[in-house]
T-cell receptor, first 113, second 114 residues
Framework: NAGVMQNPRHLVRRRGQEARLRCSPMKGHSHVYWYRQLPEEGLKFMVYLQKENIIDESGMPKERFSAEFPKEGPSILRIQQVVRGDSAAYFC???????????FGQGTRLTVV | AQTVTQSQPEMSVQEAETVTLSCTYDTSENNYYLFWYKQPPSRQMILVIRQEAYKQQNATENRFSVNFQKAAKSFSLKISDSQLGDTAMYFCAEGGGSQGNLIFGKGTKLSVKP
């Protein structure tokens, strides 16, 4: 059973471009969470999704950020028109349900130049 | 609002000794969980230990144990017989209630010295 897979591991984008971060949860997990980690900071919750539904997006910036978890395929975190302040490590976690252990991917480090 | 506070930005300990990392939290949830995660330089988030709030007994995983004081909303991590491989950032987190998302503290950077 493969762990949570995130790709790419590293992503470099120029200001104004789009960034797409992918997360494949562990087999059998239907809950996906995205977190952002700024340098020297803890992880900050962004969005919680179940298959085809956004359950809680209270941590998502109101503009330029969106997330989806389609019926088939990985969960996608999309950042449009990236700015330098978007540079961070983005982590995905999956779990089989609320309260269960969340397993984290290795993260995607986004660098905006 | 849910908050998690780690008051020790950095700590160091000699190999084989014991160290305790502090964590306090605030939540309005009745049913919640508390976690300690380890993040080595590889950036991988590794679950160290998990405590269900409704359980009074402190969780233990080998050299790692917690001191859970529910009334004080305190959840400290004790690492016994520290090893060089324990060097990492340690994050305390609360969550798993009605929504399941985790609230993290800012972390404690632990250095184990030979």
């Amino acid at each position: 059973n493969a762990g949570v897979m995130q790709n790419p591991r590293h992503l470099v984008r120029r200001r104004g471009q789009e960034a797409r971060l992918r997360c494949s949860p562990m087999k059998g997990h239907s809950h996906v969470y995205w977190y952002r980690q700024l340098p020297e900071e803890g992880l900050k919750f962004m969005v919680y999704l179940q298959k085809e539904n956004i359950i809680d997006e209270s941590g998502m910036p109101k503009e330029r950020f969106s997330a989806e978890f389609p019926k088939e395929g990985p969960s996608i975190l999309r950042i449009q028109q990236v700015v330098r302040g978007d540079s961070a490590a983005y982590f995905c976690a999956s779990s089989p349900g609320s309260g269960a252990e969340a397993f984290f991917g290795q993260g995607t480090r986004l660098t905006v130049v | 609002a849910q908050t998690v506070t780690q008051s020790q930005p950095e700590m160091s300990v000699q190999e084989a000794e014991t160290v305790t990392l502090s964590c306090t939290y605030d939540t309005s949830e009745n049913n919640y969980y508390l976690f300690w995660y380890k993040q080595p330089p590889s950036r991988q988030m590794i679950l160290v230990i998990r405590q269900e709030a409704y359980k009074q007994q402190n969780a233990t995983e080998n050299r790692f144990s917690v001191n859970f004081q529910k009334a004080a909303k305190s959840f400290s991590l004790k690492i016994s017989d520290s090893q060089l491989g324990d060097t990492a950032m340690y994050f305390c987190a609360e969550g798993g209630g009605s929504q399941g998302n985790l609230i993290f503290g800012k972390g404690t950077k632990l250095s184990v010295k030979p």
